[in-house]
């Protein structure tokens, strides 16, 4: 996000493909950064611009009160985005931490980060004495996940790599 004019608009880069999300009346939460605590803020005036949208949100007047939120993150509120995800759908950030147990209920560790990349999301699984694994995130090797904990199904000879 980045400060447009004089009169307090922004242009952001959508992320989204759900126009809907920048439509005038919209509140979104106007953050640092995507993990940090943000201010909820509404669309007085919203209009695309080639790739781009141009808004206005109530309570920035000005370039320079814009200026100071450039490289902020426009995000939808977290309520919003829980109750829009189907019961398959997982926020790969919020796994993190997740304990990670077998089928029999034994631990296996502690998810100590999800890693992104183009084939499944791999999960890294570090153990008390500090040995870490990787288990790709997909419906063969994950039985269920809540809260807090994962059940997984590790192929035969995971343990052992």
Excluded at 34 to 41: L, N, R, Y
Excluded at 42 to 65: A, N, P, V, Y
Aim: include cysteine; proline fraction near 6%; charged fraction near 30%.
């Amino acid at each position: 996000m980045k400060a447009h004019g004089l009169k307090g608009e922004v242009q952001v880069e959508p992320m989204t493909e759900h126009d809907e999300r920048f439509a005038i009346g919209r509140t979104l939460v106007l953050a640092p950064d995507v993990g940090a605590e943000g201010v909820p803020v509404s669309i007085e005036t919203s209009r695309r611009h080639k790739r781009r949208w141009l808004l206005k949100f109530e309570r920035i007047d000005d370039r320079t009160h814009a200026e100071q939120r450039a490289g902020y993150y426009l995000l939808v509120p977290h309520d919003e985005v829980l109750s829009a995800r189907a019961d398959d759908e997982f926020f790969l950030h919020a796994l993190e931490g997740c304990e990670v147990r077998d089928d029999t209920g034994r631990s296996l560790g502690n998810v100590i980060s999800v890693i992104e990349s183009k084939g499944p999301a791999l999960l890294e699984i570090g153990e008390p004495g500090g040995r870490r694994r990787f288990l790709p995130f997909v419906k063969e090797f994950v039985r269920r996940v809540d809260a807090t904990t994962i059940v997984v199904s590790p192929p035969e000879g995971w343990e052992e790599l």
